[in-house]
C-alpha cells in the first residue's frame, strides 16, 4: 500500500487560495485513497526565514486551520516537523555529502528568495539546504507519493536524486529509502483579485484570507478585476475556477456555466457573477470559521500528540535502516 505526505510551512494567514490549491486536494485524497496520508506543518522549515517564537505560535493555529478545512485527524496521520527533529536532521546531515553546493545552489526556489540586488551566496545555509532537510521529511515516512504544486517540483527532484544516490552507495542492490514522486495534484492557481500576479499574502488587498470578516468579502471582491463583456483573461478565469471550487451544488455550478457562457457573448454580467461569488466565498469562509472556533489549540495540542507518536515509531525505523545500511551504527 502505498504511502503519501505533505508538509505545509507555518507561516502567515492562509488565504483561499491554500485552501483550493492545497488543503481541499488532501481533505479529497483522504476520501479515495487506499494506504497511510502524512500531513505534517513544517515548522522546522519555518525558522529558515521567521523567527522561532512566530513559528511556535503559527504552528498550531496552521495545524487547527488544516482541521477546520476538512483534514480528519482519524484518516491522515497529522504532526510537527519537529516532533521528529532529532531522526530527520540526522537523516538530513547524512544526505549532506552526497549533493554538492553547486547542484543546491541551482534549484530555482533559491533564486527566487534572493533579493534582485543580492546574490544566493548571501542566503542563511538553511535555506540552501532547505531541499535536502525537505528530502529528509519525506524519507523518515517511506512515502512514495508527495501531493505538491509546481513550484516545489525541483525539490521533490532533489529528494530523487538523494534517494538514488543513497540506494546506490549503500544499498547493495536494495532500496533502503524510498523514491518518491510527485502526486499530480490539479494545479489550480488562482490570481489576486486585483489582478497583480497570483493571490498571496505578500498582496493582501488581492487576497482573501481564510479568517477575514465575512462581511469584508462583498467589497473585497466588487473591487476584484474582470474582463469586458466577450473577453477573457487570466483573473477572471480562475475566479470563476475558484467559484466552480467552493460551490455545493448543481445549481450553483449551472449559475456559473450560465453567466460564464453569457459574458464570452458580450453580455454584462460582471456584477451578476461578482454577487455569486461573494455568496460561494462568504459561505465557505462562515463554515471553514466556525469549524476553527469549535477546535481549541487544546485539542490540536492533543491530537499532535498521537500523530506524533506514530511519525516517531516510521522516523525510528528509518533512521535505524538508514544507519544499518551504512555500517554507522
Ligand atoms: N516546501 C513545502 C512548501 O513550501 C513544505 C514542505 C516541507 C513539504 N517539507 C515537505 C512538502 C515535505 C511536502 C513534503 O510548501
Redesign the pocket.
Known sequence: MGRV?????PTGDLSIANYVG?MKPIVELQDTYEGSVNVFV?DV?GLTDQEPELISRMRIDTMRSLLASGIDPERINVYL?SQIESQTDVVASYLDRHISTAELLRVPTLKDKAKKDQGVETLNVSLLR?PV??AA??FMQDADE?P??QD?YP?IEVARVLARRFNREYGDGSEIIVVPNVMAVEGLRIAALDGGGKMSKSNPKGAIFLKDPIDSIGSKIGKAKTAAAGEMNETLESHFTLSRELSKTQDQRDALDRLYDAHLDGHNVMGSFKSLMTELVSGFLAEFQANYDQISDEQVVDLLEVGGVKANEQADLVLGRVRKAMKFV
Request: no cysteine; charged share 10%; proline share 0%.
Open positions: 505526505i505533505t508538509g505545509v510551512r492545497a513544517a522549515h516537523q532547505y532537510l525537505m521529511d519525506i508527495v505538491v504544486g516545489q525539490h
